[in-house]
């Protein structure tokens, strides 16, 4: 077996190990300034070993330049970065022992696969058979046995990029880095690879951050996700928290559509139109008072039978547009109840089945009161800045 998955096991249980133990990488109050422009404020987290966090934002949020301050190619204006418990801070990129990959696959075009792979190696002085059998462990891993000989130019561009992380992983690194390693691949390609570098990063239990600005790729492939705006960490959390309870306006436009309603909170009710019913979990917060933005996701509404809003809790609306996407369909539908607002309700095609909708029908829609995420009317301009990106 490779170093790399014997020292990452070794590292899970220090870094997990003991209760109150340093994490593998702790991030704290990171600046980052390039003449008079902040790229990075104040920027605070932790990675536990064998962790696969992704860095997730707009361009220009300083994802690359937060990962390329962490592998010691930037320095930072302030802060401190520390690896167990050591302050590496100020160490030279190489004596971090971290694996980097870039976006382009920045193989040497007039190498093979065998001598790109080991160049990483060369500086080891390790004998010519164990290096042999880490390049076969690694081409194994990397599902191109067989290719050794070949040069980059033969290789197709996800088969190029498995190179390359091949060679990233090749030294034993204790942190992979990975800059948008998949931007430059073409869909499908790229959700295959995605799938193959989380099952290699698992299979090694390697340390891993990956930056993407692809919302889809972070959710997909992150233990959890930090998500940045101008500089700042937005919010840390799962992909199922980052996407079901987002603790900005931001967060919740960047992963994801959402329907927006002007509501109202008093007493710890929340009033969207003519419903009113306690404030969710965990928006009940004192920044939620007053004025205030109701939203919930196109996924979350239900559609039924118009004669079922007899009930109270199933509204009226009616269908003014329906849009076939695939694998759903997205209806657009307006609710009286809700001041005549204009929402969206993706639905499956098991729903479209069960209950067929057209354009112009009349149909009831029931909104789960749980699901509702509310923030301050303050803000709005969230909304547009997350759908720019
Ligand atoms: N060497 C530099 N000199 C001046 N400004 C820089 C430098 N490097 C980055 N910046 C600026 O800092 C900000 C953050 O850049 P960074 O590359 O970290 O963003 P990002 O979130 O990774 O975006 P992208 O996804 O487009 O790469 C940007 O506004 C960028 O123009």
């Given at each position: 077996?490779?170093?790399?998955?014997?020292?990452?096991?070794?590292?899970?249980?220090?870094g997990n190990g003991?209760?109150?133990?340093?994490?593998?990488l702790?991030?704290?109050?990171?600046?980052?300034?390039?003449?008079?422009?902040?790229?990075?404020?104040?920027?605070?987290?932790?990675?536990?070993?064998?962790?696969?966090v992704?860095?997730?934002?707009?361009?220009?949020?300083?994802?690359?330049?937060?990962?390329?301050?962490?592998?010691?190619?930037?320095?930072?204006?302030?802060?401190?970065?520390?690896?167990?418990?050591?302050?590496?801070?100020?160490?030279?990129?190489?004596?971090?022992?971290?694996?980097i990959?870039?976006?382009?696959?920045?193989?040497?075009?007039?190498?093979?696969?065998?001598?790109?792979?080991?160049?990483?190696?060369?500086?080891?002085?390790?004998?010519?058979s164990?290096?042999?059998?880490?390049?076969?462990?690694?081409?194994?891993l990397?599902?191109?046995?067989?290719?050794?000989?070949?040069?980059?130019?033969?290789?197709?561009?996800g088969?190029?990029?498995?190179?390359?992380?091949?060679?990233?992983?090749?030294?034993?690194?204790?942190?992979?880095?990975?800059?948008?390693?998949?931007?430059?691949?073409?869909?499908?390609?790229?959700?295959?690879l995605?799938?193959?570098?989380?099952?290699?990063?698992?299979?090694?239990?390697?340390?891993t951050?990956?930056?993407?600005?692809?919302?889809?790729?972070?959710?997909?492939?992150?233990?959890?996700?930090?998500?940045m705006?101008d500089?700042?960490?937005?919010?840390?959390?799962?992909?199922?928290?980052?996407?079901?309870?987002?603790?900005?306006?931001?967060?919740?436009?960047?992963?994801?559509?959402?329907?927006?309603?002007?509501?109202?909170?008093?007493?710890?009710?929340?009033?969207?139109?003519?419903?009113?019913?306690?404030?969710p979990?965990?928006?009940?917060?004192?920044e939620?008072?007053?004025?205030?933005?109701?939203?919930?996701?196109?996924?979350?509404?239900?559609?039924?039978a118009?004669?079922?809003?007899?009930?109270?809790?199933?509204?009226?609306?009616q269908?003014?547009?329906?849009?076939?996407?695939?694998?759903?369909?997205?209806?657009?539908?307006?609710?009286?109840?809700?001041?005549n607002?204009?929402?969206s309700?993706?639905?499956?095609?098991?729903?479209?089945?069960?209950?067929?909708?057209?354009?112009?029908?009349?149909?009831g829609?029931?909104?789960?009161?749980?699901?509702?995420?509310?923030?301050?009317?303050?803000?709005?301009?969230?909304?547009?800045?997350?759908?720019?990106?």
């Amino acid at each position: 077996m490779l170093d790399v998955s014997r020292s990452a096991a070794h590292l899970a249980r220090q870094g997990n190990g003991h209760a109150g133990a340093a994490p593998f990488l702790r991030v704290a109050g990171i600046d980052k300034h390039f003449g008079s422009f902040q790229a990075l404020s104040n920027v605070t987290l932790d990675v536990e070993a064998g962790e696969f966090v992704c860095f997730l934002g707009p361009s220009g949020c300083g994802k690359s330049t937060l990962l390329r301050i962490i592998a010691g190619l930037e320095r930072q204006n302030a802060g401190t970065i520390h690896s167990l418990d050591q302050d590496i801070s100020d160490l030279p990129p190489a004596q971090r022992q971290f694996g980097i990959l870039f976006q382009s696959y920045a193989l040497f075009p007039n190498l093979n696969v065998r001598e790109n792979i080991v160049y990483g190696l060369r500086n080891r002085q390790l004998p010519a058979s164990e290096i042999d059998s880490r390049l076969h462990e690694l081409l194994e891993l990397i599902d191109l046995k067989g290719s050794e000989k070949k040069y980059p130019a033969q290789l197709s561009g996800g088969q190029q990029q498995r190179v390359a992380l091949a060679r990233a992983i090749a030294p034993s690194p204790r942190l992979l880095l990975l800059d948008e390693p998949l931007s430059a691949l073409d869909a499908k390609v790229r959700v295959h690879l995605r799938q193959q570098i989380r099952d290699l990063q698992r299979r090694l239990g390697l340390t891993t951050i990956m930056v993407t600005h692809d919302q889809e790729e972070a959710l997909s492939m992150a233990d959890r996700v930090v998500a940045m705006r101008d500089g700042e960490v937005e919010q840390i959390g799962t992909p199922t928290a980052i996407y079901h309870t987002p603790r900005s306006l931001f967060v919740a436009g960047f992963v994801g559509k959402m329907n927006i309603f002007p509501g109202h909170v008093k007493a710890g009710r929340l009033t969207v139109g003519s419903l009113a019913f306690p404030v969710p979990a965990p928006y009940d917060t004192p920044e939620n008072q007053g004025d205030v933005l109701a939203c919930l996701r196109p996924e979350q509404v239900r559609l039924c039978a118009p004669d079922a809003t007899a009930s109270g809790e199933i509204l009226p609306a009616q269908v003014t547009h329906l849009e076939f996407l695939g694998s759903f369909w997205r209806a657009s539908l307006i609710v009286p109840a809700l001041g005549n607002a204009e929402m969206s309700a993706d639905l499956s095609s098991r729903d479209m089945a069960d209950l067929p909708v057209a354009v112009g029908d009349h149909v009831g829609v029931c909104l789960p009161r749980e699901r509702f995420a509310v923030f301050p009317l303050a803000q709005s301009g969230q909304i547009r800045e997350a759908a720019r990106s």
